[in-house]
């Protein structure tokens, strides 16, 4: 019998398949604000133009496919361990990656970051125009020639290395009275830092959280529980200018792990249009019973305050959930008093809200 080769026909496959997989993005549930769209963002990644593992343009696919608006490439300006394979060229990660972000319709700041031994420490520039000027030695100078180009600065990982980690020294007090220091990261990749958490609240900084990724994020899509740390910025159109206007301006929330961190201001919406509570659909002379839907990609934990509804309630990400809710007038409508305990308005404290149960 004649052998048939299927071996080509595989591969057709498999390259089809390949292809068709990069074409296929999965939206991050995380609904829009009134008044603004709600963009998730990674503001501080890595590639082989400092100490990164892939190419730019990875950078660009991965983040479209996992459902991000926009991200920054930041490639370290002053650590560069493949310059023997790769020469230094600081604008060179960006003007790799727009054209692809431009097909795929995401936002790509230009961004870099400014690599010092603590203090001061690591500082990412984003929104350049050039990312040569600042390759020079003075600190405030390189701070300065960032924001003279109208760049959007914020403070990395501030607990990061060094003796004096963790502490705002007077070089930050510097840089926050000359309004050269627009943000700190609260979540760098894995670690959460509650004093800077604080001083955002305090300063009246913008919180971020990026991955601050490296190596290929190798996740197609996200789950609750397997995410990159992100930025969610509430901007009023999705466009570079929008962001960085919402940025400066503070209007940010961090997703990590399985909470939302920043303030009540934009926790309070976000948790409002995140949860619906529908109109009971049964009830009897001591209870009814309602539907709660929650639309977003996060689990939702809530202590009870007041006295109405069950003592803890978890409405799992993109779900309904059913509850019973025991009380004394089922005919009117009811408020229950709650803490959303992984939504974060300072470390270990908790959006109060209220769910409002319509009359049946
Ligand atoms: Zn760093
Ligand atoms: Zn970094």
Same mark, same amino acid.
């Given at each position: ?18 292809? +068709?997989?990069? #074409?296929?993005?999965?939206? $991050?549930?995380?609904? !829009?604000?009134?008044? &603004?769209?709600?963009? =998730?963002? %990674? /503001? ?18 991965? +983040?479209?496919? #996992?459902?991000?608006?926009? $991200?920054?490439?930041? !490639?370290?300006?002053? &650590?560069?361990?493949? =310059?023997? %394979? /790769? ?26 970051? $400014? ?246």
């Amino acid at each position: 019998m004649k052998k048939v080769n299927l071996a080509p026909a595989i591969m057709l496959v498999l390259l089809w398949t390949t292809l +068709a997989r990069a #074409q296929v993005r999965y939206e $991050i549930a995380f609904p !829009d604000l009134p008044g &603004y769209r709600t963009l =998730k963002c %990674d /503001l501080h990644t890595h590639t082989v133009f400092s100490d990164g593992a892939v190419w730019p343009t990875v950078r660009v696919n991965e +983040a479209w496919r #996992q459902g991000l608006d926009a $991200i920054s490439v930041t !490639d370290h300006i002053e &650590y560069q361990p493949h =310059k023997d %394979d /790769l020469p230094t060229k600081h604008n060179r990660p960006y003007e790799l990656a727009v054209g692809p972000a431009k097909q795929r319709n995401l936002l790509l700041p230009r961004g870099t970051e $400014i690599t010092r031994d603590t203090p001061p420490g690591h500082f990412n520039a984003i929104f350049l125009s050039d990312v040569n000027p600042l390759e020079t030695k003075n600190f405030a100078e390189v701070i300065e020639r960032a924001n003279q180009q109208g760049a959007f600065v914020f403070w990395c990982h501030h607990a990061w290395k060094g003796a004096e980690r963790g502490r705002w020294l007077e070089v930050h007090t510097t840089l926050y009275e000359n309004k050269w220091l627009h943000g700190m990261e609260v979540c760098n990749g894995d670690s959460y830092y509650p004093e800077a958490h604080r001083w955002c609240l305090e300063k009246k900084l913008a919180m971020l959280g990026n991955s601050d990724i490296h190596d290929p994020d190798l996740r197609t899509r996200y789950t609750p529980a397997d995410h990159r740390t992100l930025t969610l910025v509430f901007a009023k159109q999705r466009t570079l200018a929008s962001l960085k206007e919402a940025l400066v301006e503070g209007r940010t929330a961090v997703w990590f792990k399985d909470q939302i961190i920043g303030r009540k201001e934009w926790l309070g919406p976000l948790f409002g249009r995140c949860v619906q509570v529908a109109k009971p659909h049964l009830r009897s002379r001591t209870a009814v019973w309602v539907v709660i839907r929650n639309v977003c990609d996060l689990d939702i934990r809530l202590q009870r305050k007041g006295k109405l509804g069950p003592a803890l309630l978890t409405l799992p990400a993109r779900t309904t959930y059913l509850v019973k809710i025991n009380t004394s007038k089922p005919g009117e409508p009811a408020k229950l008093s709650y803490t959303a305990a992984n939504f974060l308005v300072a470390p270990e404290e908790g959006l109060p809200v209220t769910l409002q149960v319509p009359a049946p």
